[in-house]
């Protein structure tokens, strides 16, 4: 099978952050992967609102976006500029993207960058293409008759591979850990290696859509103390419950640690919200992180993946987070927690 | 731009909540031998807890503007613990789409189409994101089947105006702790974030009670036959489960927890992770 296989990068508001940036890296990975297995070009789909004077964008590849590109080869990037993507809401950006896509022939793969606007995306695409919609795509493999989709279930503790009819064309969002797990890109691209151009299509909302209004965005007031921590301990529903914290913080203070949690340990009350860690609290990169009961869901891990070490301290073996650790300890956290404060004090107190 | 108004918020409120029964994620779950998929002999099988959420903002919404709570699912027999369980927390009204649940969302999510649309409702609300397939597509794809708008990560739901002009103000949760603020035209598809409010629990008596309250079912089949009508898309289906190989440089340490710890700090110390005693 010939054809395009895109990566679809959403221009963000403000500057492009190293999560956005390996979001469109691994979105772009994904590209190749889908060009290698299905045939075809690979190209980049930039789609951006136009800017607050009326001007124009120019027809050439942003700065940001030559660093994400890297040495990756593409044939075509394009910018695609119109109004209704100023809106950000996902009916607007699909609608656009459909009308895209429907412009260019032969377009069998989209991917766009795994995150809150792209899930929405995915789903309103896949209906309006009539394509195989899949999120959080690990990897994409098979022949152009028989395609195979890789993506994580159950949490992470499961890998499901699924069967696409080969002429299929999938809309496919792409964690950034796809990017993470290849090869960085050695060199800023080249622009004169691919063709730029300015993509414009026809879209409007009379159509179909009824959409919703978006009156604000609200940034969080509080500034982000474990974004900086060099240690942390994090606590996840293995924990037990709220009474024990007061172990795990006794190990924070033994390793001079800040305490952190999952999604499941802030939902509950048992720690405030500003102590969240995964991809809808905050980023970290500590050099110590310590899960205590995590099961290391997708999420979660996302959060703590610049993290130096892992440590993972669980009772179920097959508890995903394993696989994200430098070092485990498979056991029951109230017995390991009390041994480990013991080691570092012991440890402390023994000149060697 | 031009856009309409938001109308009027019904003085009866009609909401369907679409629960899913899922495998208890706390549970360990075992694969079949034949890799095809889960070993489902003594699975503990739950409502999805973002459902449950679902649930718990659908009751409140309705105390609020008043109105009728229905519990939806699809699925085999046992997922009809799951709308008892709704009964017994408040919904008024139950119904069983009763069959294999396709694997796709999207098919999921034109069957559901198929039976919303044989009533007038208000408001859909589901949780964002099941924790067993974990898609976080159902929401999108019904409310493009349906035509109507949807915000997934749902974190608040306001009612504004008076009762001639009232609309849903939704809060939704972006990256990196920000938040969206949205006004939303009914009727909508709401999907709903974990911990918005702590999820009811039955009491045993209500739990009893609802067994005697009758469940509308339909089976999945004749829904299938009828939602065949949409546009084709492609089939996806499951080949093969599997555990995920382990990845480099995890090393596990055994032994009893005492000996495990000092090994760990043994570690850390050399590794300079932490720094070495003087």
Known sequence: MSGKSWAVWLAPDVEVSATAASRMMASLRMAQSAAAVRGGNVEVVLAEAPRPDGTRHPTRVPAWAKECLGDSVVSRFSRLEHPLLALRTPGATATVLAAAVEHTDGVHTLCLGHDYEAVDLCGLLGRRLGAAAITAVNEIRGGAGDLRVIRPVHGGRFLAELRVPGDAMLVLTVPRSVAASSRQPAQIADENRCEVETLEVEASLFRSLPDREVLAIEESGSPPELATAERIVAVGRGLGGPEHLGLARQLATALGAEIAGSRPVVDSGWLPADRQVGSSGQTVNPTLYVALGISGAAQHLEGMSGSRCVVAINRDPEAPIFRSARYGIVGDLHAVVPALIAALVEDQGEPT | ?278
């Open chain 2, 1 to 278: 731009m031009l856009r309409e108004e938001p109308g009027p918020l019904p003085d009866f409120m009609r909401v369907c909540v679409c629960l899913r029964q899922v495998p208890d994620p706390r549970a360990r779950l075992e694969l079949r031998t034949d890799g095809t998929g889960l070993r489902e002999d003594g699975v503990a099988w739950v409502t999805d807890e973002g459902d449950e959420c679902a649930l718990e903002e659908a009751l409140r919404l309705v105390r609020q503007t008043g109105g009728e709570v229905c519990a939806l699912t699809a699925g085999p027999g046992r997922a009809a613990e799951t709308l008892r369980r709704a009964l017994a927390l408040g919904a008024q009204r139950a119904l069983h789409l009763r069959g294999e649940l396709p694997l796709d969302p999207s098919r999921v999510a034109d069957l559901l189409a198929a039976v919303l649309r044989r009533e007038a409702w208000d408001v859909v609300i589901t949780g964002a994101q099941s924790s067993d397939l974990g898609w976080g597509l159902t929401g999108s794809s019904l409310a493009a089947g349906l035509g109507w708008p949807h915000v997934w990560l749902v974190v608040g739901i306001e009612t504004e105006g008076d009762s001639k002009d009232t609309r849903l103000r939704i809060t939704r949760e972006l990256e990196g702790r920000r938040r969206e603020l949205s006004r939303v035209r009914l009727p909508a598809v709401l999907c709903v974030q974990t911990g918005l409010h702590p999820p009811r629990m039955p009491r045993i008596r209500d739990l009893l009670a609802a067994k005697n309250t009758p469940i509308e079912t339909l089976a999945l089949d004749d829904l299938l036959s009828d939602s065949h009508g949409e546009e084709a898309r492609p089939a996806v289906e499951l080949v093969a489960l599997s555990a995920p190989t382990a990845s480099s440089g995890g090393e596990q340490l055994g032994g009893d927890p005492a000996t495990a710890a000092r090994e760990l700090v043994r570690r850390l110390r050399r590794d300079g992770i932490l720094p070495e005693t003087t």
